[in-house]
């Protein structure tokens, strides 16, 4: 027979894996010295779990349904881009807040449809609602936006500053960490990358 792991326990028993967390955090508040049977604090590990399931909503999206629709307009297929999208996420390494801006785009092929504006930050609020590494959300968003538009290129370029960086740890607030992600065109050619990168900037 074969030890049953944590996962395996809780996988499909959400309701559990619920009540789990809660003792969980009612322990660690006895532990710490607190009372979690008192007014302040009795209702705060309930708390806790709303928010991170608020946060970690994005499991349960799929930006396909947000690129499926796409309208005909005349363009010449030159790049499109929307800058300065707020985002909060949470780090995967202590599940704390991670927040900044994305500048999102793509560049349609000549004569093909395009995605509704508001669709990229959606596509982009979908990863960042999901336990994250800044990266891995940048990579996300272009290879969501290839996938689903198969464009000529795609980019994404994120600032933000890392909750674990500002708040403890190493302690430095004020540290913005920029990655970026660049696919066709604008991985390929640096003229198409210069020019994305003077549209961007603000
Ligand atoms: N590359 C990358 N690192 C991240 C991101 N978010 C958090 N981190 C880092 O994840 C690392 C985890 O390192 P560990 O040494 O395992 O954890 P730790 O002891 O809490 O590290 P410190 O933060 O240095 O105190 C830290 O260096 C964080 O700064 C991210 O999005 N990308
Ligand atoms: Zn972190």
């Known amino acids: 027979m074969t030890a049953t792991t944590t996962a395996e326990l809780y996988a499909g028993n959400p309701a559990v894996a619920r009540a789990a967390y809660v003792d969980g955090v009612r322990a660690w508040l006895a532990g710490r010295g607190l009372d979690p049977d008192s007014p302040a604090l009795v209702d705060t590990p309930a708390r806790i779990l709303r928010a991170l399931e608020e946060m970690t909503a994005g499991y349960d999206e799929d930006p396909a349904v947000h690129l499926a629709r796409t309208f005909p307009v005349d363009h010449d297929g030159g790049p499109i881009v929307v800058t300065g999208v707020p985002f909060t996420s949470l780090c995967e390494h202590h599940m704390l807040v991670f927040t900044g801006h994305a500048d999102i785009a793509y560049q349609p092929r000549p004569g093909d ?6 669709k990229l930050p959606r596509v982009l609020d979908v990863y960042a609602r ?46 913005v ?21 003077r549209l961007m900037a603000r």
């Open 177 to 197: 960490m920029v990655t970026a992600s660049y696919t066709g065109v604008f991985r390929d050619d640096p003229a198409a990358r210069d020019e994305l990168h």
């Open 130 to 175: 999901r336990l994250q590494t800044q990266e891995q959300l940048t990579q996300q968003v272009t290879t969501a936006l290839d996938s689903h538009l198969s464009p000529a290129g795609a980019a994404c370029i994120i600032r933000s500053e890392h909750g674990c960086l500002s708040t403890r740890g190493a302690r430095k607030p004020g540290s």
């Open 113 to 118: 449809p395009v995605a509704g504006l508001s």
